[in-house]
């Protein structure tokens, strides 16, 4: 509950302020200008830009300029396979103030009680109730993607009735099924309907959409979209009214084409979003600052930039009291050197200072609830398991190529048959198999990769959008055999087999995240990585990062999901072999 | 509840849609921009912009411009003098969907009970559920205004938290008491903390404000301000988080000083009002249309004014589906000739054609409960009543001139004096009386004014700012006695006595409001004033406008009430004799 009395008092300079900040210019994102002037600050908000605050704190700024906390309008938490906690050191110490965070990713395994977990998470991360990153959690829309896989849970239009009138969820998450959409399909209206009732945000995502079918989609509710492939797409998506999320992540780079449709008149409705962010990533590039910078290199002005990662998002999702440095609005404030380089020196949240040079300064509590461990569950399965029945010489191919690792290409390639089966020996290719992993069912989808380039060994993951079964590609069925085996002990993560033996990763976190510090977690999977590159793989194709991608049987154009083969165009399973 | 399966079934073309308008450009507040294509409706939302729609009705636009219906952010509707109903219908014929209704004078009047009638007034002209205006119901924060008057309601804080909470309300009212804001006084400080805990917008009005003080202001949470002198306050206001409502009322003229401090960044924060708008000049020279012809010819974009006067409000207030025409929105639609003079050609509400060339095309519903009427309780008066008990001969008068009607100077006169009363004769002073109205507690303020220039009788009215007591004025103790046994009568609104006789206009409702529709109360009002004209007033000066005024103890300078004279910079009643 706020304290306004409090806070007219120190505005008023009857009593301390409990902090002020000095020595800096502010960014005003009203106004697009910057004022050298203290910041003062009681009861977890500004109180006043001036001077002549008395504070119980003094920050000294360094000349730097502050501007509001960073908003990331749209991330899975998950990608960054960091636990909540080490995610919220890195975001914060890039000045990261506010996430609105689908949890598509552990939902899909562990249901809501995943989104759960992820909300107690955060909040155990606070400090007498001021919590160093504010999370908006959104329930996924989508649970499972597709009607061609297993996911760990459903959560269908009656639950989603139920669900969504939580308060812990905030909106409705990224609609990525917009064909059952615009088909109207009983099962999403039951969804956008109950958004749409209870007054709360739907994401979109919507690659490519226009038109008739752009305007159903809106009717739907969704008002956000972060699929934007061209600037007249974005434009036209602008033009009937939806908040065009500009994206930097890890695995896309369209920023500058988003960026070219933005202008004086409509940056308005442009915010700002990483979606998927490794681990990484986050360490070396960073997370809004990086974007930040890219925005401004891409020619968008920086009080523009600026704008669209604050005061743009509050206003996209209605969160009262964020997104500018104003008498009255939380102290979220992230002290940057300049608005071209944008090198975060110190964030506050609430008034807090949370992040400084580069580090958090809370502690990531470790919170390990059952709900979350030992959520990979395969039957034992054997060499023999992996075997493809081929008669004909032919199958279907995943071709990848280092041009393009997220979209597939379908190739008909052959291969020898031996007693029955399919023989690689020569032909170059790699198996793939996507083993179920949430109820031990036993169910293995099998094909082939060509372009991959592995040799020796497997390798495999459980991270795998957006059921996240157990990826595991290979030359040899048993030593596919053998990585299932080691993820199933380490209750998931990244696994390895060659010559030389056996390596693991784990992420023991729904087998998305893991529970280790960032440092640990980014010199680990990296290790992995490499060990897994030097086995072969093609130049420019990242490991274990493009299996993450083969089974997501929403982007183009041939996926496996422990269903089998599903050519995405055609939207249905078509057999492995070909005659 | 929104039917969203039939709104995308027609956005996709598989169903006829409720109604097409053809022959439009529509004006695009996301990207400033305008094209030409048809509007696709359906269950009272827009469903698709393009062509190819058929639908059960089609509607001509005949060339003209199709733009969000215009949204007033702040009015007083008992300003107009017109019952809600032909209120309604005045505003909709120039193009209005939504107003935020500040019910301030009936509640000083009436009570909660007051805010009820308007709300259920507005309520009764829906047809099939769907209102032609959308009124966003304000629970005054100032009532009584101040603590020198008598109003017929008190609402304190304990109220405010109770009342606030109430569906019926959407937001907490101007708070003009911005001293007690800045004094962080309890009652205020309750009324703001309940705003706050609820979510609920609380409208500002903060004159002149700067520094500390409007921090402070806006630590008590005020979200916008109407009262904005100069471009530079404006300026401040916007970089400060406020909205700065560009007003264009009956009795203000600063539009221009405002539009000054808009620019193409800051220009989202600027939203439209009118908060006082009279019969006579909604009749004449429109309502929002008026004011968007004026910021424009004031030098203002178009496409920047009209944003202002619909996405902006929307977003300010928080109004979903709101303030645009694009796919989802409300079909909430104002056709005009173009964006320079704003002519309404035709309006529709939720898809359904409420207005058409100046003319509501709905029925103004009789709606008079017992509650609004016979308001007006006085003691029977005679002429020693308003007998002013003198000895020195020296009077501090109200002052007022065709340069200032509505702030007054203090000024002290020489009166003769006869039998211990003042006598005015050949003074050129008139007498003025402010008669409690509410109570019937006789209890009468007395004082004279200067440069008026009335002779040969009184005339007075229940309307005065902002307890809406009884204001007489006139040269014969008799006649003004007359006056308020008139005002008993009709129970309240306008009267004239003179040699010719008597006359008076009625303001039924609450002693506010004229229940007879526009044309009537315009010729009424009209022709009563300029008998009143007639009877000697100083050119320049409107005779019951300034009336009106002179008892609204927060405007300096010196200000009669039925307490006596309120010195308003020093904030306390003064004597009206001086030694």
Known sequence: MADLKKRIDCAMKRKKCDLVIKNVSVFNVFTGKTEACDIAVADGAVVGLGSGYEGARVYDGQGSVAIPGLMDAHIHVESSTLSPEAFAQIVCAHGATAIVADPHEIVNVCGVQGAEYMKESFHRLSVNGTSPLDVYLQLPSCVPATPFETSGAVIGGRETER?????????????????????????????????????????????????????AYLCGGMRTDHENLTPEECREKVARGMYVQVRCGSSTNNLADVAK??????????????????????????????????????????????????????????????????????????????????????????????????????????????????????????????????????????????????????????????????????????????????????????????????????????????????????????????????????GGGMALVSAEGEETFPFDIAGLMSSAPLEEVVKGAGDITVHAQQMGVTEGIESFMTLVFLSLAVIPNLRLTDHGLVDVNRFEIVPLEVN
Request: aromatic share 6%; with cysteine; hydrophobic share 40%.
């Open 163 to 215: 669900e969504l009138a939580r308060d812990i969820f905030f909106g409705l998450g990224e609609v990525m099924s917009y064909p059952s959409v615009l088909g109207a399909e009983e099962d999403m209206l039951r969804k956008l309907q109950a958004a749409d009732e209870l007054g709360k945000v739907a994401d979109g995502h919507a690659p490519g959409l226009s038109g008739d079918g752009l305007n």
């Open 261 to 490: 449709a933005c202008d004086g008149f409509n940056f308005r409705r442009f915010i700002t979003c990483t979606d998927d962010k490794n681990a990484r990533d986050l360490s070396q590039r960073g997370h809004l600052d990086d974007l930040l910078r890219r925005l401004v290199a891409a020619g968008v002005p920086s009080e523009r930039a600026v704008v669209m990662a604050t005061l743009n998002v509050a206003e996209c999702y209605r969160l009262k009291g964020k997104g500018a440095i104003a008498p009255g609005y939380c102290a979220d404030i992230a002290l940057v050197n300049d608005l071209k380089d944008f090198r975060v020196k110190a964030t506050f949240k609430s008034g807090e200072l949370t992040a400084e040079n580069g580090r958090a300064l809370f502690e990531g509590k470790r919170y390990l609830p059952d709900s979350v461990l030992g959520t990979v569950h395969v039957k034992d399965l054997s060499a023999k398991d992996f075997a493809i029945p081929c008669k004909s010489g032919k199958l279907r191919a995943l071709g990848v190529s280092p041009q393009s690792t997220i979209v597939t290409h379908e190739e008909i390639v052959s291969v020898g048959v031996k007693n029955g089966f399919a023989d690689l020996t020569g032909t170059g290719l790699c198996k793939l198999a996507v083993v179920e992993r949430h109820f031990a069912s036993g169910r293995i989808g099998l094909g082939v990769v060509k372009g991959y380039g592995f040799k020796g060994g497997a390798i495999g993951i459980s991270v795998a959008h957006d059921a996240h079964n157990l990826v595991v590609l290979g030359d040899s069925d048993e030593a596919m055999a053998r990585v299932v085996a080691l993820l199933k002990k380490t």
